[in-house]
T-cell receptor
Framework: GEDVEQSLFLSVREGDSSVINCTYT??????LYWYKQEPGAGLQLLTY?????DMKQDQRLTVLLNKKDKHLSLRIADTQTGDSAIYFC????????????FGRGTSLIVHP | EPEVTQTPSHQVTQMGQEVILRCVPI?????FYWYRQILGQKVEFLVS????????KSEIFDDQFSVERPDGSNFTLKIRSTKLEDSAMYFC???????????FGDGTRLSIL
């Protein structure tokens, strides 16, 4: 079945860039999402990319998609302490189920 | 920006008791979902609901679970006889048209004693 893998932790210094990586197995994945979960809160949709795109930029966020390697990354420029959270990668196929498959989440820790 | 709201934020229940988790999806959304996240684990799909019926459910969603949309705004998840392993965060989500992403609520933390 589909699987989504992420590293569990990432620690960066405030002001540096953060890069959170994700790999997935389903070659029919069409939509790939990044969600942010702050402590005690729900999943906030940050951005998503359609599989015919290589890159999407939205202010400090840049999503890169390598469809051949089934690799997705989220780059956060000028990382701030408020960016500390768990970041979930998710993918879903275009046909059949609209249910996304989530990774375990990457805990981003931003220190001064 | 409209959001999905869930109540209560934390529910503590004795094992064997029934519990109802409530959600108010975004008002013009058509598709509704429940997920759960056991502490430290992945977000797991439970059930999807469209046009007043279940459209898809996972293996987790067995006979002790049920969903309902009792009126035009609420979407509920009922667990009939709770078990210790039902302790988790439960997230409600909704979406509009087919290609739109899901929007999640802040979750209900369910603790079974």
């Amino acid at each position: 079945g589909e699987d989504v893998e992420q590293s569990l932790f990432l620690s960066v210094r405030e002001g540096d860039s953060s890069v959170i990586n994700c790999t997935y197995t389903d070659s029919s994945s069409t939509y790939l999402y990044w969600y942010k979960q702050e402590p005690g809160a729900g999943l906030q949709l940050l951005t998503y990319i359609f599989s015919n795109m290589d890159m999407k930029q939205d202010q400090r966020l840049t999503v890169l998609l390598n469809k051949k390697d089934k690799h997705l990354s989220l780059r956060i420029a000028d990382t701030q302490t408020g960016d500390s959270a768990i970041y979930f990668c998710a993918e879903r196929a275009s046909r059949g189920s609209y249910i996304p498959t989530f990774g375990r989440g990457t805990s981003l820790i931003v220190h001064p | 920006e409209p959001e999905v709201t869930q109540t209560p934020s934390h529910q503590v229940t004795q094992m064997g008791q029934e519990v109802i988790l409530r959600c108010v999806p975004i008002s013009n959304h058509l598709y509704f979902y429940w997920y759960r996240q056991i502490l430290g684990q992945k977000v797991e799909f439970l059930v999807s609901f469209y046009n007043n019926e279940i459209s898809e459910k996972s293996e987790i969603f067995d006979d002790q679970f049920s969903v309902e949309r009792p009126d035009g705004s609420n979407f509920t998840l009922k667990i009939r006889s709770t078990k210790l392993e039902d302790s988790a965060m439960y997230f409600c989500a909704s979406r509009g048209r087919s290609e739109q992403p899901q929007h999640f609520g802040d979750g209900t933390r369910l603790s079974i004693l």
